[in-house]
């Protein structure tokens, strides 16, 4: 009789620690912070970091080969999953154009860039070929609108493009046939350079989930 007692009285305890134990469980639970959204959609908002991306470019001559780089503005770019669909744009600041040669370069932006005249460069993207992984990396070909010097071309790049802990790397390579889209060819009767220049960027910054 008393070990059927003291049974019951264990059983009543361990039902109340058990009790108390789902009450902490449920108590904590709505004290923690919601989760981060997540895309079950996949579609995704990037949005450039200019601090940590570079623009630089190669140009051939005869001489030497010339170096330089270019400032990113921003940029922002939002992904449709579904089709591929990209909508946003990059801007990078034309005046910023150095080659670390002053006469050059005032030579590059007065007679080639026009930059005063035209003072941003600006790459419109309106679709991605290829798979673009939620996260990880891939490589794919970005199709879009590149505006400079006052007119607008269309352009397909390949890009390698990694997505990872809320964060986004990607670089971009490929050539601007500058004189066929009506700059002036800066050659002299003693230096010749090349009609095309090669365009390299490593881009950051941070992607989320798009808004529903």
Request: glycine residues 8%; proline residues 6%; hydrophobic residues 40%.
């Amino acid at each position: 009789m008393r070990s059927t007692r003291h049974a019951a009285r264990a059983g009543r305890a361990a039902g109340l620690w058990l009790a108390l134990l789902a009450a902490g469980i449920l108590t904590s639970a709505a004290a923690m912070p919601p989760a981060p959204a997540q895309s079950t959609s996949g579609d995704l908002v990037f949005d450039l970091n200019p601090a940590d991306t570079k623009v630089n470019f190669t140009l051939g001559a005869t001489m030497h080969t010339v170096h330089g780089t270019f400032q990113p503005l921003r940029g922002r770019i939002e992904y449709t999953a579904a089709t591929g669909a990209l909508h946003g744009e990059i801007v990078v600041d034309a005046e910023s154009g150095a080659s670390g040669d002053a006469a050059r370069d005032q030579k590059m932006h007065a007679e080639v860039l026009e930059s005063e005249k035209y003072p941003q460069i600006t790459f419109r993207p309106d679709r991605v070929e290829g798979r673009l992984a939620v996260t990880g990396e891939s490589t794919v070909q970005v199709h879009g609108i590149l505006a400079i010097h006052g007119a607008e071309h269309e352009l397909t790049v390949p890009a390698t493009v990694k997505v990872e802990g809320g964060h986004w790397a990607a670089s971009v390579r490929f050539s601007v046939p500058y004189v066929q889209w009506g700059m002036k060819n800066p050659s002299s009767f003693l230096l010749r350079v090349s009609k095309s220049v090669d365009v390299e960027i490593a881009a950051m910054g941070t992607v989320r989930p798009a808004s529903p």
